[in-house]
């Protein structure tokens, strides 16, 4: 007995089941009010036909009353409406969508979201075909509503969308879900792994329309673009390599001559474990190089031919001499600044003083360079090189150890107004100081210690004579 009872029990469910069904799925043509839901029909149609909430929105009241009141007299009798055409279940979206958009009441907008939501389930069980279609675009209006939004209930109707169409899955399913995806994984309620299976569901689904549906291709391509675009502050931390070379490479293969574009994919590439031995980065690396170093090449042209006193540093140190002083002579003609101007003469009187002993020459653009910038000892210290250098041009032994009198007083006075210079100056003081003069010779020319005297040869300095 009591197996029978239970039997009856299921047996009263189902039929109780079905006819909840079939109730939800009628339509006019086997209710006997069908004249009263078609002319029901026929008022309220033309008031929402090719509408959108926002127009609804605009309606009077008493149109927007009129309107609505007959379509729920012609859903009540007829959801279905003819059972060809989901007329009543689409448009009860749009008249509880207009709803909430009018209404300031939070528990109201809730219940027309509710209903909403309902309309797309009841839809679903009379137009089986497009449970798929229905199911996107349920999700896609969960996700805007605050009672569902970023949540796990959306996140499964958005799968259960994409599970059921396939590669038919609307478009517009693609940016809530990455939205959604990133809420959840940031908050650790979605682990990586699914995000990684949902977003690959999503780029075959697109990546199948862009080459094969010629009508939303486009939209399928864009949507999927602007996915990709919410996927971003999670994307370092959920997907590897291989996710990344699909994403980037085309931007290289778009770019292939862009410096900046190439360099950028392969150090997102390598930080998203991408291994160096890689085909695709070993390309990257060698266009990379290529183009860089082409670049550097004619950068570097480039800023010899608009910058002499560059160009006349390089000449310096490729040895070409006399090309770079005259390169430093232009140079200081289109100097900016005295201190400029003050280190291309500095640079002209070296390369005279140590590549063509053109001395005199070089201590007056030492000079030159020393008027120029103030306290500064390195044109002191050149022209106490200078000095030592020539010094053994100036004829006698007395006269040479002059010169190297000369040259100390110069190397003194350049560390008493440099400090930088310091340990130079005192270097080749040290080196130096055992030329000068000895005491015998000088009290053989009848010169004592201290006595001022003028340095023969072209020098002409005036020196305090001083013995070893």
């Not at 969308?161 to 609307?170: D, F, L, P, R, S």
């Not at 959840?184 to 549906?213: P, R, S």
């Not at 400090?419 to 130079?424: G, K, L, M, N, R």
């Not at 055992?434 to 000088?442: C, H, I, L």
Request: charge should be negative; glycine fraction near 4%.
């Amino acid at each position: 007995m009591k197996a029978l009872g239970k039997m009856l029990i299921a047996v009263a469910l189902l039929i109780a089941y079905n006819s909840s069904a079939n109730a939800q799925c009628q339509t006019w043509n086997e209710s006997d009010r069908k004249n009263e839901a078609e002319n029901a029909h026929v008022i309220y149609r033309p008031f929402v036909k090719g509408k959108q909430p926002k127009d609804l929105a605009k309606m009077s009241d008493a149109d927007f009353k009129i309107a609505f009141d007959n379509w729920k007299t012609a859903y009540e009798i007829a959801p279905a409406a003819d059972g060809q055409r989901p007329f009543h279940f689409t448009d009860g979206r749009l008249f509880y969508k207009t709803l909430r958009e009018k209404t300031e009441d939070a528990a109201k907008d809730k219940e027309y979201g509710e209903k909403v939501l309902a309309i797309y389930d009841q839809q679903m069980q009379c137009f089986p075909d497009d449970e798929a279609f229905l199911m996107g675009r349920k999700g896609f209006d969960m996700f805007y509503m605050p009672e569902y939004g970023y949540r796990q209930a959306t996140l499964d109707v958005l799968e259960k969308a994409m599970e059921k169409g396939g590669n038919k899955t609307e478009y517009i399913v693609f940016e809530p879900l990455a939205q959604v995806l990133v809420y959840l994984f940031q908050n650790d309620k979605v682990e990586k792994q699914k995000v990684v299976e949902l977003v690959e569901k999503a780029e075959a689904i697109a990546n199948h329309n862009i080459e094969n549906n010629e009508q939303y291709g486009q939209y399928y391509e864009s949507a999927y673009a602007r996915m990709n675009s919410h996927l971003a502050p999670i994307e370092d931390e959920v997907f590897d390599c291989a996710y990344f070379k699909k994403k980037l490479l085309p931007q290289y293969q778009e770019n292939p001559d862009d410096l900046e574009t190439i360099r950028y994919v392969y150090n997102k590439l390598r930080n998203q474990g991408c291994d160096t031995s890689d085909s695709d980065l070993q390309e990257l690396q060698t266009k990379y190089e290529t183009l860089a170093s082409e670049m550097n090449v004619q950068l570097e042209a480039e800023r010899r031919a608009n910058n002499p006193g560059y160009d006349a540093s390089q000449l310096q140190k490729e040895g070409k001499y006399e090309e770079a002083v005259a390169r430093y002579q232009e140079a200081i003609e289109v100097a900016e600044n005295d201190d400029a101007k003050a280190q291309f003469y500095y640079s002209i009187a070296f390369i005279q003083t140590w590549q063509f002993n053109q001395y005199q020459s070089a201590r007056t653009n030492a000079r030159k360079a020393a008027e120029l910038r103030s306290g500064w000892g390195k044109p002191y210290i050149l022209i106490g090189d200078i000095y030592a250098k020539a010094s053994p041009s100036c004829g006698n032994d007395w006269n040479n150890r002059m010169a190297i009198l000369a040259a100390l007083d110069k190397y003194a006075y350049a560390k008493s107004i440099d400090s930088d210079v310091s340990e130079e100056a005192n270097r080749k003081m040290s080196v130096y100081s055992s030329s000068k003069p000895q005491q015998q010779e000088g009290f053989m020319r009848g010169i004592e210690a201290g006595q001022t005297v003028r340095v023969g040869c072209w020098i002409g300095e005036t020196v305090k004579v001083r013995f070893q």
